[in-house]
């Protein structure tokens, strides 16, 4: 499978700013995705990142919260804005590749504390 | 809705002993099952897969899982348990659609006693 790799793997924010998350992927992959893991909770999809194209969010979340990129068929960004202490979680990178399809690899996460 | 249910929220067992998680996916069409486990401080990583066919799949590190339709049920079993399958476990589906949206349950965590 894909090599996913997410950059930063944990950070510490204050309230009020913005920290953008890397996702690279190391092959091509057709779908890339953004999930939310918030502390003891379970995965919650926040967006389908398109290449070339607006992000497709799941109800509940904003483009102008969590603006996604995906400039090619390996690289995403997701930008958590505004922080506030709620946004305190884990964010992970998942892709579905072609050879493999309805299957998702996931990154290895970003820990994120927002004080 | 479509939903995934795991029962347990939390399960210890003995090293050596064997294991049984439990997975309900919600009535309707049948999906595409998943098991992934997340060790400490790691991302998921996928254990198994169901799509079709066969109804008892074979994962890594000696998982394997049971497709029962007549009960929704996709529980993953591990006769042996190692001390290192202390993880937390999250089963999902997908139920098709333009995203691929995988819809998780709500984890077990399992402990395991020497």
């Known amino acids: 499978s894909a090599v996913i790799s997410q950059k930063p793997s944990r950070d510490i924010c204050q309230r009020g700013t913005s920290l953008t998350i890397q996702c690279q992927v190391d092959s091509q992959v057709t779908m890339m995705f953004w999930y939310r893991q918030q502390p003891g909770q379970s995965l919650t999809l926040i967006a389908t990142a398109n290449q070339g194209s607006e992000a497709t969010y799941e109800s509940g979340f904003v483009i102008d919260k969590f603006p996604i990129s995906r400039p090619n068929l390996t690289f995403s960004t997701l930008t958590v804005s505004n922080m506030s202490p709620e946004d305190s979680s884990i964010y992970l990178c998942?892709?579905?590749?072609?050879?493999?399809?309805?299957?998702?690899?996931f990154g290895p996460g970003t820990r994120l504390l927002v004080l | 809705a479509q939903s995934v249910t795991q029962p347990d929220i939390h399960i210890t067992v003995s090293e050596g002993a064997s294991l049984e998680l439990r997975c309900n996916y919600s009535y309707g069409a049948t999906p595409y099952l998943f098991w992934y486990v997340q060790s400490p401080g790691q991302g998921l990583q996928l254990l198994l897969k169901y799509f079709s066919g066969d109804t008892l799949v074979q994962g890594i590190k000696g998982f394997e899982a049971e497709f029962k339709r007549s009960q929704s049920s996709f529980n993953l079993r591990k006769p042996s348990v190692h001390w290192s399958d202390a993880a937390e476990y999250f089963c999902a589906a997908t139920y098709g659609g333009a995203t691929n949206k995988l819809i998780f349950g709500t984890g077990t965590l399992l402990a395991v006693q020497p």
């Open positions: 998942s892709v579905e590749e072609a050879l493999v399809k309805e299957t998702q690899y």
